[in-house]
């Protein structure tokens, strides 16, 4: 089923567009392209960007590996290290706190309206993307591949049953999310 559309680039492409105007207008049904909701998340008193992203990690770990039994996908774990890691989280969490998006809720934002969204979001994300294009080589050579880690999953790591680690792991989150309810945040 699936193997016709992944020889198929134009319907991929079209795939994407759609699957991706879905996403950006969840994100701001749910309000978190909302620049006052982040700035509440990053104080700790709202908690609504918490709450979509675990609802979000839920509905993916069961829907992928669903997904993964009936044949229609495979994981692709990708080799990561220490290196990329922390130069990644440096640059994301400077983007995050010029400007109070990421670069997705920067583009639902900017969808909406938000003119700082549209022109500092959309700016930072060109000059971003341009330095990290530009300087590629160098960090690549010298700091990317620093502390590689094994490329494993945690079922993988802990050598168990996968969904020995999916039930608990939603019970876990889900359950913090009904105490984030029952809290008020």
């Known amino acids: 089923m699936l193997t016709t559309l992944h020889r198929n680039a134009y319907a991929q492409l079209a795939l994407g567009v759609i699957i991706g105007i879905a996403f950006g207008f969840l994100l701001q049904k749910s309000g978190v392209t909302n620049y006052d909701v982040i700035v509440g998340q990053l104080l700790l008193n709202d908690?609504?960007?918490?709450?979509m992203m675990l609802s979000a990690v839920i509905v993916g770990m069961i829907?992928?590996?669903l997904?993964?039994?009936?044949?229609l996908a495979q994981p692709h774990?990708?080799?990561?290290s220490i290196g990329s890691s922390v130069y990644g989280g440096l640059i994301f969490g400077l983007g995050f706190a010029l400007l109070g998006y990421c670069p997705g809720t920067v583009a639902g934002a900017a969808g909406q309206g938000a003119l700082d969204a549209l022109a500092g979001g959309f700016t930072g994300i060109l000059i971003g993307a341009g330095l990290f294009a530009r300087f590629y080589p160098f960090l690549n050579s010298r700091f990317l591949h620093q502390g590689k880690f094994k490329n494993?999953?945690?079922p993988e790591f802990l050598k168990v049953n996968e969904w020995l680690v999916i039930i608990p792991a939603v019970i876990l989150l889900?359950?913090?999310?009904l105490l984030l309810e029952y809290a008020g945040l």
Not at 47 to 51: I, M, N, R
Not at 174 to 177: M, T, W
């Open 63 to 65: 829907g992928f590996h």
């Open 67 to 71: 997904l993964k039994r009936a044949g």
């Open 174 to 177: 889900a359950g913090f999310l």
């Open 47 to 51: 908690f609504t960007v918490t709450k």
């Open 152 to 154: 494993t999953t945690l």
């Open 77 to 80: 774990v990708v080799t990561g």
